[in-house]
């Protein structure tokens, strides 16, 4: 669950920064739409706050867009590294071992794993080869 909590961070914290920032433009333009009913006069900061909302929504997508890739490299990379090293044990490669073993998450636990079970692999053809 470590990834998953790393996650979580990465995708909600630019997220609700946004939904609060938004918020608060909003309520901005809230106030002066009451005074310009008021006074029949809009007040210079209507534009400044719409220029914000514009910026805002943009860093927005942005950041979601620099999440995900983010999320690419964090996840799916190490994926494919240890799909690759499981099939080429597979295949009867037992050379090489999977590099992400010092991560502190569940890829690094699967990782030592897949490792701890290469060693496991070679030990047991060491002790066959020796028995026949």
Same mark, same amino acid.
């Given at each position: 669950?470590? #990834? /998953?909590?790393?996650? +979580?961070?990465?995708?909600?914290?630019?997220?609700?920064?946004?939904?609060?920032?938004? *918020?608060?433009? #909003?309520?901005?333009?809230?106030?002066?739409?009451?005074?310009?009913?008021?006074?029949?006069?809009?007040?210079?900061?209507? &534009?400044?706050?719409?220029?914000?909302?514009?910026?805002?929504?943009?860093?927005? +997508?942005?950041?979601?867009?620099?999440? *995900?890739?983010?999320?690419?490299?964090?996840?799916? /990379?190490?994926?494919?590294?240890?799909?690759?090293?499981?099939?080429?044990? @597979?295949? &009867?490669?037992? /050379?090489?071992?999977?590099?992400?073993? !010092?991560?502190? !998450?569940?890829? /690094?636990?699967?990782?030592?794993?897949?490792?701890?079970?290469?060693? @496991?692999?070679?030990?047991?053809?060491?002790?066959? &080869?020796?028995?026949?």
């Amino acid at each position: 669950m470590k #990834l /998953g909590y790393k996650i +979580m961070g990465l995708v909600l914290f630019p997220i609700l920064a946004s939904i609060v920032f938004q *918020s608060y433009l #909003l309520l901005e333009l809230e106030k002066e739409h009451e005074f310009y009913h008021e006074t029949g006069y809009l007040p210079e900061t209507h &534009g400044q706050i719409m220029k914000d909302l514009e910026a805002v929504l943009a860093a927005s +997508m942005l950041s979601l867009v620099l999440v *995900s890739f983010l999320l690419v490299r964090l996840v799916v /990379g190490p994926v494919e590294e240890i799909t690759k090293a499981l099939n080429r044990l @597979s295949l &009867g490669d037992l /050379g090489r071992e999977i590099p992400f073993k !010092d991560r502190e !998450d569940e890829l /690094g636990d699967l990782a030592r794993a897949f490792n701890r079970t290469l060693v @496991s692999v070679k030990i047991a053809l060491a002790k066959k &080869g020796k028995a026949a």
